[in-house]
T-cell receptor, first 115, second 119 residues
Framework: AQKVTQAQTEISVVEKEDVTLDCVYE???????LFWYKQPPSGELVFLIR??????QNEISGRYSWNFQKSTSSFNFTITASQVVDSAVYFC????????????FGQGTELSVKP | DTGVSQNPRHKITKRGQNVTFRCDPI?????LYWYRQTLGQGPEFLTY????????KSRLLSDRFSAERPKGSFSTLEIQRTEQGDSAMYLC?????????????????FGAGTRLSVL
């Protein structure tokens, strides 16, 4: 069965600190994607990134970076020099492709960045 | 296209009443998904459509819930005889299996949700 675990329920940092959000997944698929979404207080889930299981190269986009390690079934997300606007709930998700690509979400990590 | 649109944003109803929510997906997207999210949890899948065909329903979707996508465009989610346990955020997402004008294929883009409160 597909499963995503985000063990960190809440994280609080001070602005400009770096912060890493953990995601551990379980799947029996040999090929799969992983996603990160951001949910600000307004409620809309905003797509951040999708990674393919074939590509374990770390990805950097501005202050965001992602570390995908198949050996530990982890897909961690780091925000460098955090800002107040980064405050949100972040979700890691795994699609179930034999079920129309429905997303299996983790419980989410609520990040609070204080000025 | 401005993205996935959901109406209403908020709905307050009394237990036992029927409610209906609407979702307008990104226009080129042929897949449409409904999820439910309760406080402090991640979204949980309810059902999805490819064009007008409803291809899967979760066990969460009791017989009081029905969803339609009559012409393969917008979708409605109706809850009959609402219960307090139905209080949640109902999220809609759409994606394209082909990619192209609607963005990369198989990425789900979400609306802002409809928050339902059953009193």
């Amino acid at each position: 069965a597909q499963k995503v675990t985000q063990a960190q329920t809440e994280i609080s940092v001070v602005e400009k600190e770096d912060v890493t959000l953990d995601c551990v997944y379980e799947t029996r698929d040999t090929t799969y994607y992983l996603f990160w979404y951001k949910q600000p207080p307004s409620g809309e889930l905003v797509f951040l990134i999708r990674r393919n299981s074939f590509d374990e190269q770390n990805e950097i986009s501005g202050r965001y970076s992602w570390n995908f390690q198949k050996s530990t079934s982890s897909f961690n997300f780091t925000i460098t020099a955090s800002q107040v606007v980064d405050s949100a709930v972040y979700f890691c998700a795994l699609p179930s492709y034999n079920q129309g690509g429905k997303l299996i979400f983790g419980q989410g990590t609520e990040l609070s960045v204080k000025p | 296209d401005t993205g996935v649109s959901q109406n209403p944003r908020h709905k307050i109803t009394k237990r036992g009443q029927n409610v209906t929510f609407r979702c307008d997906p990104i226009s080129e997207h042929n897949r449409l998904y409904w999820y439910r999210q309760t406080l402090g949890q991640g979204p949980e899948f309810l059902t999805y459509f490819q064009n007008e065909a409803q291809l899967e329903k979760s066990r969460l979707l009791s017989d009081r819930f029905s969803a339609e996508r009559p012409k393969g465009s917008f979708s409605t989610l109706e809850i009959q005889r609402t219960e307090q346990g139905d209080s949640a955020m109902y999220l809609c997402a759409s994606s394209s299996v082909r990619g192209g004008g609607g963005g990369p294929k198989n990425i789900q883009y979400f609306g802002a949700g409809t928050r339902l409160s059953v009193l």
